[in-house]
């Protein structure tokens, strides 16, 4: 799926789309809970680049428990980063934000980041080596030992193991009450629009784009997590 489409998709589902959402919140929160472990050690006054940030869930977790925090939030549907935009407006926290819509070969070059924010994003890189560029984009903007956090949904497509995860996780959307023509969308997207790869290799692609070795630390269902140092020896 090209960019500008996928952008589109994005644009239409801004207005419902935490609604849409809610009931699978008890995932998000989960990461949401670790993320703030393995972001805690970075300074108080911590610069946090938010790449796809979509309606802002994730910004919005760290700016609570992180006051003194500011935040990049870089989105190309400005239907999200309209979401977002008031989400912080409505929460405080809008004077600590800068909002980008665009991606991040757009973003105005400034004060390095000492950590980042990446969820289900990367995934819609089909080609590994745009995506390994798409990482690496990312680690030019963090300092030298910046943290990411990345998130993407994982799997070997191949093995009977993602045949049951599908389907226990297309059974969990249900059961949280998504439509069922976002179901079939969903089914679909997942056969063509997203690229699903073992755990293993989504690593590999992080780390071939300026990191140091990725630790997974979260996984439910197909949703994975890593995080990485951007490596010191990248140049930005």
């Known amino acids: ?13 801004a207005p419902g789309y935490d609604k849409q959402w809610a009931r699978m919140a008890p995932i ?8 703030e472990s393995i972001l805690a050690g970075l300074p108080a006054d911590a610069r946090i680049l938010c790449v796809g940030v979509g309606t802002g869930a994730e910004l919005a977790h760290l700016a609570r ?8 939030a ?12 008031q989400r912080a407006e409505a929460e405080g926290y ?4 800068y909002f980008h819509q665009g991606y991040l070969d757009s973003l105005p070059t400034g004060d390095m980041h000492d950590g980042g924010t990446c969820f289900l994003v990367s995934q819609f890189f089909l080609v590994k080596e745009a995506r390994s560029e798409f990482f690496r984009a990312i680690a030019n903007r963090l300092r030298p030992g910046g943290v990411l956090a990345s998130a993407d949904l994982a799997s070997d497509v191949s093995s009977n193991d993602y045949d049951a995860l599908l389907r226990a996780w ?6 949280a009450g998504v439509q069922p023509e976002v179901l079939d969308r969903t089914r679909a ?26 630790v997974q630390f979260f996984q439910a269902g197909l949703m ?5 140092k951007r490596s010191p020896s990248e140049a930005a």
């Open 1 to 13: 799926m090209r960019s500008e489409e996928l952008k589109a998709i994005f644009d239409r589902q």
């Open 94 to 97: 809008i004077s600590r934000c």
């Open 28 to 35: 998000r929160d989960g990461l949401h809970f670790v993320l």
């Open 170 to 175: 297309l059974s969990m959307m249900m059961s």
């Open 189 to 214: 997207a997942y056969a063509k629009d997203v690229a699903i790869l073992p755990s293993a290799i989504v690593a590999s692609i992080i780390q071939a784009g300026g990191f140091e070795s990725p």
């Open 74 to 85: 870089v989105d190309p549907s400005g239907a999200m980063l309209d979401v977002c935009r």
């Open 65 to 72: 428990t992180f006051p003194r925090w500011r935040f990049t």
């Open 224 to 228: 994975h997590a890593w995080f990485a």
